[in-house]
Nanobody, 127 residues
Framework: QLELVESGGGLVQPGGSLRLSCAAS????????IGWFRQAPGKEREGVSC???????KYADSVKGRFTISRDNAKNTVYLQMNSLKPEDTAVYYC?????????????????????WGQGTQVTVSW
């Protein structure tokens, strides 16, 4: 009953764009911070971006200026708009959530605090 489902991944050429969605069911996202993480073959899972329960955002240096995280509480969904994609962005992308009723202005770029995870969606950036 507590579930996050990612969608929107696929194959895109370098320089292209994708928008990933993270839809929540069983709970309401407005009291949660959301993080996007990615994991490429042979690499550790890394934080990409996160958004606090009231909209504070953080980005990894590698995606700053190219990616934008946002939330639509009415749709119970968080988005990751990815522009100017590079081959090194290729990875499985995961969204995750943690309850943040007392941590409204913070989010974390490490996986430890996140209790709920989606199944992941593949993003491949290639010619």
């Amino acid at each position: 009953q507590l579930e996050l489902v990612e969608s929107g991944g696929g194959l895109v050429q370098p320089g292209g764009s994708l928008r990933l969605s993270c839809a929540a069911s069983g709970f309401t996202l407005n009291a949660y911070a959301i993080g996007w993480f990615r994991q490429a073959p042979g690499k550790e899972r890394e934080g990409v971006s996160c958004i606090s329960s009231i909209g504070y955002t953080k980005y990894a240096d590698s995606v700053k200026g190219r990616f934008t995280i946002s939330r639509d509480n009415a749709k119970n969904t968080v988005y990751l708009q990815m522009n100017s994609l590079k081959p090194e962005d290729t990875a499985v992308y995961y969204c995750a959530a943690f309850s943040a009723v007392t941590i409204q202005t913070m989010c974390f770029m490490v996986p430890g605090p996140y209790a709920n995870w989606g199944q992941g969606t593949q993003v491949t950036v290639s010619w």
